[in-house]
């Protein structure tokens, strides 16, 4: 089925692993020598190659064409000895399902370089082909068989096999060598052929022969204004490393950004512009192209099994930028779904351990540090650090506001979700307290890993009567509440103890952002945020209480004893969207049928229409949303921010019928009430791209952009979403055009 072909000269150090890595996924090795004399040959023989003398001639596409004349099997593949195959398990798979379409594949090249122990994505190249006797190299040297392959009509594919290259791991004496010998062929093939293909490479050898004065001149008066595209990109990434070389970092990310807005895919032009802007210390931007890079290696590769792809450092540096960016969860969370790749890793180990001390998890931030200590980081260093967060946890634990805060919970049947739960609360709260409605699973053997406060409450189907039940035994003077599917995230455990400690008595509750992925009316998933007050002072019940059979709140009761509420950065992680299509469904018929209840008792309260609009989304029914989204909009008793919410719901609903003016009229409506908000801005910007007011369109989507940048963690509407920054910079980039 296939034949591994080669041209070699003197390849005794390289040779054996290449010819290993493809021994046992081809039928044959067919190797043209070009005069070895070294063990060259000797080792070929070791796996039953073919082996045939050919006289050089300064001629690569004449040698290719050469040794592929000997191939007996339908495809081809093309490798050199300093080249490994590092996922042959594939080889057969894509050659045995080609269509008759496909002449040919692309493989990614990964080169390494042993001096800087640095891995790097270079552009794919054609390396595996038919068989087919009109397929011809052309070209002294970097031989290309593409035109041959379109010119018989037929298509190029891409592949997931990768080569490592190790090419560039001689001294430099031995690589000059090799690059004047290039440099002598490309001209000679400019002699007869001008191409700006040699022109380019005839600027990338000057370039790595030091030359940088000639290479400059010929990208600036041959190519840098070319039409073709990929000239073009080449001519500017070869700028672009000559002036990273000489360390002016600005000149070198335009050049990049340019080259990067011709072509998006460029994977060692994205891992250039994250370094850059990571040295400019431009942390917003250096995060987008490391999570770019992440993105598109990940598509690419499989991470587990290539270990080869340097994946480590790209978890490094994402997890330091988000660490400095000071996106405490957001880095926690990152690096809590990559732990099995960087286990073995002492310098992300250590960041990981200050990713949990900056959440207020101090044991594990512990536990981190011993582990990177064990592999090898700076031990005194790490002994400090130790010393310092164990001072911290016997603070903490000497406290003597003993019953400051309790945690109210509310259960059934939520072993799947509750243990992490309770974990999240571990030395932030001082006792435990669970109400459950008719556990028959494992909930109550958790619950008493955690607390013996463990209550029971037979479910009527009103959600405040079973809250209520669990305040009433709390002791604390400040009461939180979660549900099972919920996580508390601190940025510092010790500030919110002494908030609590110290806040004035007006003071009655505490505004934390609730975090949920949800569908929204395009289907689409999304981050929600919205403010809740989740923790209140303990006024005892019935001064204070629940209200409400569904989406029940503390609201009314903090309003009637005349407190305030502050805002704040308290982070609460709601899971519960994530759970099967029959739980959720489940879930969202119980609170249909609830919101329905509590609006026949309640006809005028716009707060539980709001809810039951929200409700009617997630089930699809837009019909009913509207009605129920346009009647609370007429009740007097909502407030700003959820008017400022239903107006943007609305208004998504007008741009999904095509009424984009009338989407328009609602947003501008929304955004009266406040501009600070993600969702209003997006959905502006949208409407007027859709209406070809492209100048305010691309204004609005760039104060989308600032705003996401700059904005505050306070949230002003009923809730906004997060949306993804590379989609607005894309938008962006095409309104410019």
């Given amino acids: 089925m296939i034949s591994a072909c080669l041209i070699v000269k003197n390849e005794e150090h390289n040779i054996y692993n290449c010819l290993k890595s493809i021994q046992k996924y081809v039928d044959e090795i067919i190797i043209a020598d070009t005069g070895s004399s070294d063990r060259t040959i000797e080792i070929a023989k070791l ?5 045939i003398t050919y006289q050089w001639n300064n001629d690569f596409s004449s040698a290719r064409n050469f040794v592929k004349s000997f191939a007996k099997y339908d495809f081809i593949l093309c490798i050199d000895a300093d080249e490994t195959l590092l996922n042959g398990e594939f080889l057969r798979e894509i050659c045995s399902k080609t269509p008759q379409r496909i002449g040919a594949y692309l493989v990614n090249i990964i080169s390494f370089n042993s001096k800087n122990n640095q891995y790097s994505i270079l552009s794919p190249q054609i390396r595996l082909f038919r068989n087919n006797p009109n397929f011809k190299f052309t070209g002294l040297v970097h031989e290309q068989i593409i035109d041959s392959i379109i010119s018989n009509k037929f298509e190029i594919a891409k592949s997931k096999l990768n080569f490592l290259h190790s090419g560039y791991n001689q001294n430099k004496e031995e690589l000059f060598k090799k690059y004047e010998r290039n440099l002598f062929l490309i001209n000679k093939e400019l002699e007869n052929n001008y191409s700006e293909y040699y022109l380019i490479h005839k600027a990338r050898t000057l370039l790595a022969l030091e030359k940088n004065d000639d290479a400059e001149n010929i990208i600036r008066n041959s190519i840098l204004n070319s039409d073709n595209k990929n000239s073009k990109i080449e001519s500017l990434n070869i700028l672009a490393d000559m002036y990273l070389s000489k360390k002016i970092l600005e000149q070198a990310a335009n050049y990049y950004l340019q080259s990067f807005e011709l072509d998006n895919t460029q994977l060692y032009v994205i891992s250039q512009l994250a370094n850059i802007y990571f040295h400019l ?18 598509n690419n590769y499989n991470l587990s099994a290539q270990p080869i792809i340097n994946y480590k450092s790209i978890i490094f540096k994402k997890s330091k930028l988000l660490l400095i960016s000071k996106k405490f969860l957001s880095a926690l969370e990152y690096m809590n779904s990559k732990l099995p790749f960087f286990a073995d890793d002492a310098d992300i180990l250590y960041l990981y351990s200050n990713a949990h001390f900056k959440n207020g998890n101090y044991e594990l931030a512990i536990k981190y540090l011993q582990k990177a200590k064990n592999i090898g980081v700076n031990s005194t260093k790490i002994d400090l650090d130790i010393e310092k967060i164990q001072k911290i946890i016997n603070q903490l634990n000497n406290d003597e506001n003993e019953n400051l805060l309790s945690l109210c919970m509310i259960v059934k049947n939520e072993e799947k979700y509750l243990e992490d739960c309770l ?25 008493k890993k955690f607390t013996d406060k463990i209550y029971y409450f037979e479910w009527v189907n009103d959600f405040s009567l079973a809250r209520n039940e669990s305040i009433k035994y709390a002791k604390g003077k400040w009461i939180l509440y979660l549900d099972a599917d919920e996580r508390l995230f601190l940025h510092n455990p010790i500030s919110f103890k002494e908030l609590l400690k110290n806040s004035d008595e007006s003071i009655g509750a505490i505004n934390c952002i609730i975090e949920s992925i949800v569908k929204n009316s395009f289907n689409e998933s999304e981050v929600q945020s919205c403010f809740y007050p989740r923790i209140f002072r303990n006024y005892k019940y019935p001064n204070i209480k629940f209200e409400g059979k569904i989406h029940e709140q503390i609201l009314p009761s903090l309003n009637r004893l005349n407190k305030s509420l502050i805002d704040s950065d308290i982070i609460i992680k709601h899971l519960g969207y994530n759970a099967s299509e029959e739980i959720i469904n489940k879930k969202i018929n119980r609170n249909l049928r609830l919101l329905k ?81 993600e969702l209003g801005l997006a ?29 505050s963690p306070f949230i002003e509407t009923g809730f906004d979403i997060t949306i993804n920054e590379s989609k607005i910079i894309s938008i962006i980039n095409k309104l410019s055009e």
């Fill in 47 to 51: 796996f039953n190659a073919n082996i």
């Fill in 281 to 298: 210390e431009n942390y917003e931007k250096s995060l987008l192209f490391i999570d770019l890079l992440e993105e598109k290696i990940s």
């Fill in 423 to 447: 974990k999240s609360v571990v030395g932030i709260v001082d006792e435990i307290i669970i109400v459950d409605t008719g556990s028959t699973d494992k909930t109550i053997e958790i619950s």
């Fill in 597 to 677: 209840e509590s609006l026949e008792e309640n006809p005028n309260d716009g707060y539980i229409l709001f809810q039951l609009g929200q409700t009617y989304i997630m089930i699809r029914d837009f019909e009913n949303a509207k009605i129920s989204l346009e009647l609370a909009l007429k009740k007097t008793n909502i407030s700003s921010a959820i008017r400022s919410s239903i107006l943007n719901i609305l208004s998504q609903f007008a741009g999904i019928d095509g009424d984009f003016n009338k989407a328009l009229l609602l947003v501008n409506e929304s955004l009266s009430i406040t501009e600070n908000q």
């Fill in 683 to 711: 959905i502006k910007a949208e409407a007027l791209n859709k209406l070809g007011n492209y100048k305010e369109a691309l204004l609005y989507y760039k104060k989308l952009l600032f705003y996401k940048k700059n904005k």
